[in-house]
């Protein structure tokens, strides 16, 4: 028989603010001491529970819960303060490692633990979370929300679902006690501000009890201080000069299926080029993609060539407006969280959007993705004597073909610009990194790129027009 030895975690502090409130708290104190980590005995608990000036009628439901749980430490506000000066009390006065929070009206599912702890040894990983179980009172209003499944859950900002390293408490992430509400949104921002390494699951963790008098149930936008939390979020962005790519929460998950990528294809008079490119999306190992080529205005038949020939391609139609316009056109209709290109003389590597998306999701930061490419020459073509022989050679690639992007950093940075005919890449790269968006390069050959004397990117004569226009323009902060 196999002796298996029993990790033994950090200590845990755990944080309940409490105003008024009666026997839900023990409800929610249960939760925490019935842990199944905690009756193993491999958990040891520090519990805080901060009293917000609660009234009179409030106290004898205190005092029980001393008597009853004698580990618990009550501490209290001579003045009502609000739950974000309750959480930093709590924090201040913390002696775990680990941190966490409920509000006195919820529960934790008694697996809670479990399931976070070992999220948070990776070291270099400060918060891990899960899904919100919504529960309703009986005789409560059905609340106007599209949950994310039939068990009720919802992926969302709320800090009874978390657990948290202490250490990042020591970086000013205090709550921000000018705000009534939504201080856990207002928090949440900053973590991600600051790229603090967040993880989440798919599991629940947390049972959020909706019983009618909830702080935030039914309350406006304005209400809910949401308009002033997003103004302080512009106004940091805003004073560090940059616009840092903000993830969206699903890209924090641990278990997270492969999301649709919508590969868009420039089409202008491309029929007899168009066959090695599709052929490679056919080709790539990642399954879960649409293909939009749209047609800038061909008279060359190949939109209903490829029609008749592929019918996985959406084709979307255009007056001829240039390659950048026929970019944004496929932005536009993608149905895609993230977006490839493809050039209708290019061809990707089997793997190509794979090890791409592999990069994006382990890094929610990371808002574009490139990779390695060289150039092929078309048999019987000549290659002019301005070509440079090094691209020929494996080297990245900062082309729209090499790229693997998150649709939101796009949006965030305005398409490309209609207004070049040849540099519209090379300029949305300088805008990507200007705006501060994280990027990385996949270091393996994915994109070989045909050369057959008619690419429009190498007319030297108009790329150098347009580069000094860009230069001119960069030096006028534009």
Same mark, same amino acid.
């Given at each position: ?51 917000? +000036? ?106 009874? +679902? ?28 900053? #973590? ?67 999301? #649709? ?5 420039? #089409? ?56 950048? +316009? ?55 073509? $000549? ?29 965030? $940075? ?48 108009? #790329? ?15």
């Amino acid at each position: 028989m196999t002796n298996y030895i029993q990790m033994h975690y950090p200590r845990i502090s755990v944080i309940i603010p409490t105003h008024n409130n009666g026997p839900e708290l023990f409800n929610a104190l249960q939760s925490i001491v019935g842990q199944d980590l905690v009756c193993n005995g491999r958990c040891e608990l520090d519990i805080i529970v901060v009293n917000d +000036a609660s009234g009179a009628a409030a106290q004898p439901f205190l005092q029980q819960l001393m008597e009853r749980y004698p580990q618990v430490r009550l501490i209290a506000h001579d003045t009502q303060k609000g739950p974000a000066a309750a959480r930093n009390t709590g924090i201040r006065a913390a002696r775990g490692e680990l941190i966490s929070f409920l509000d006195a009206d919820d529960e934790w599912p008694l697996n809670k633990l479990s399931l976070l702890l070992p999220l948070l040894e990776d070291p270099e990983v400060d918060v891990a979370g899960g899904k919100i179980k919504y529960l309703l009172q009986e005789g409560t209003p059905e609340l106007h929300m599209r949950y994310e499944d039939d068990e009720n859950r919802l992926s969302h900002v709320h800090l009874g +679902a978390l657990l948290v390293r202490g250490r990042i408490f020591q970086q000013a992430f205090f709550f921000d006690e000018s705000l009534n509400y939504s201080e856990d949104i207002d928090w949440w921002l900053r #973590l991600k501000e600051q790229q603090v390494k967040i993880v989440l699951l798919e599991a629940t963790t947390l049972l959020y009890h909706v019983h009618g008098s909830n702080m935030s149930v039914h309350k406006s936008i304005k209400e809910l201080q949401l308009l002033k939390v997003l103004h302080k979020a512009a106004q940091r962005r805003k004073n560090s000069i940059q616009m840092n790519h903000i993830p969206q929460l699903k890209d924090y998950r641990v278990q997270k299926e492969d999301p #649709l990528i919508s590969i868009i294809l420039p #089409l202008y008079n491309g029929k007899d080029l168009v066959i090695k490119s599709i052929g490679s999306v056919l080709d790539q190992s990642y399954l879960n993609w649409e293909l939009l080529v749209v047609d800038d205005g061909s008279t060359d038949g190949g939109a209903g060539f490829i029609s008749s020939r592929y019918p996985q391609a959406r084709i979307i139609r255009q007056a001829n407006a240039g390659v950048a +316009a026929a970019r944004n056109k496929g932005i536009e209709n993608a149905r895609g969280e993230v977006i490839a290109f493809l050039d209708q003389d290019d061809e990707w590597m089997p793997d190509k959007l794979r090890l791409q998306w592999e990069v994006l999701k382990q890094d929610p930061y990371c808002a574009f993705v490139t990779c390695n490419q060289y150039f092929v020459c078309e048999q019987d073509v $000549v290659l002019p004597a301005n070509f440079s022989e090094k691209l020929l050679e494996e080297h990245r690639g900062l082309v729209p073909s090499a790229l693997l992007i998150r649709k939101q950093a796009l949006l965030q $940075v305005h398409n490309f610009d209609e207004s070049l005919d040849v540099s519209s890449d090379f300029e949305l790269i300088r805008r990507l990194r200007k705006a501060g968006l994280g990027e990385k390069n996949v270091e393996q050959l994915l994109l070989r790129k045909w050369y057959h004397g008619a690419n429009a990117s190498l007319n030297k004569a108009a #790329l150098r027009k347009e580069i000094l226009g860009l230069l001119h323009r960069q030096i006028r902060n534009q």
